[in-house]
Each structure stands twice: as structure tokens, then as C-alpha cells.
């Protein structure tokens, strides 16, 4: 297991950016895929990207493909999300994930076993 705590969010105008940053605990954390998902209310959890192990191979979503940047530093036990050209649909709680599973399967929340508490992120237009 591994605990997860997010921070970074906050209010941002469109087209503006946001880091985000998931502080992981333990001594295990290199060897978990690293995964960012998001929630509006009344919104089933999407996923939004996700890093392997060794930062090697990254998979995103379609909908942020190209403004967002998934990256760790295992050294600082860490995973980050570097949003860019924010747009108002990108408001949502963002939540940091952790697995052992292939990144190509982290896509959907029922296969994550590791949640950080959710950072809320808003973009005003």
C-alpha cells in the first residue's frame, strides 16, 4: 500500500496553468504506475494520464492530450501534472492514483487500488 496527498490546485483563469503534485509515503513507490484521474459532481471519475514505474511510457486522455504533462521523481517519491492552456471543462477534483497494474489498464477507477483525497482545481472564463 502506499498514501497519497495531493496539493497544487487552486483557482486559475482559462488559458492559464497549474502544477500539480502527489507526495507519495512508503519505500515501494518506484514500483507503481502513477495515474491522475478527475470528478465533477454527479460525474463518474475520468481518467486523465498516467506514468510507468520508470517514467518511460505515458499514456493521456484524448481530451487533454497535448496540455497536460504526466512526470515523477522517484527520488522525491513524487508525481506531477503539469496543466497547461487550461480551459473551464478542466474544472474538477483531481486525484492522484497508484497501482501495480499496467498503465494501459489504469484507465478505469475500479482497477486502482491506491486514492490520494483529491485537490479541486477551477477555471474561471
Known amino acids: 500500500q502506499v498514501q497519497l496527498v495531493e496539493s497544487g490546485g487552486g483557482v486559475v483563469q482559462a488559458g492559464g496553468s497549474l502544477r500539480l503534485s502527489c507526495a507519495a509515503s512508503g519505500r515501494t513507490f518506484s514500483t507503481f504506475g502513477m495515474a491522475w484521474f478527475r470528478q465533477t459532481p454527479g460525474k463518474e471519475r475520468e481518467f486523465v494520464a498516467a506514468i510507468a514505474w520508470s517514467g518511460g511510457h505515458t499514456v493521456y486522455a484524448d481530451s487533454i492530450k497535448g496540455r497536460f504533462t504526466i512526470s515523477r521523481d522517484n527520488a522525491k517519491t513524487t508525481v506531477y501534472l503539469q496543466m497547461n492552456s487550461l480551459k473551464p471543462e478542466d474544472t474538477a477534483v483531481y486525484y492522484c492514483?497508484?497501482?501495480?497494474?499496467?498503465?494501459?489498464?489504469?484507465?478505469?477507477?475500479?482497477?486502482?487500488?491506491?486514492w490520494g483525497q483529491g485537490t479541486q482545481v477551477t477555471v474561471s472564463s
Open positions: 492514483a497508484a497501482d501495480h497494474r499496467p498503465i494501459a489498464t489504469m484507465n478505469l477507477p475500479r482497477n486502482i487500488a491506491n
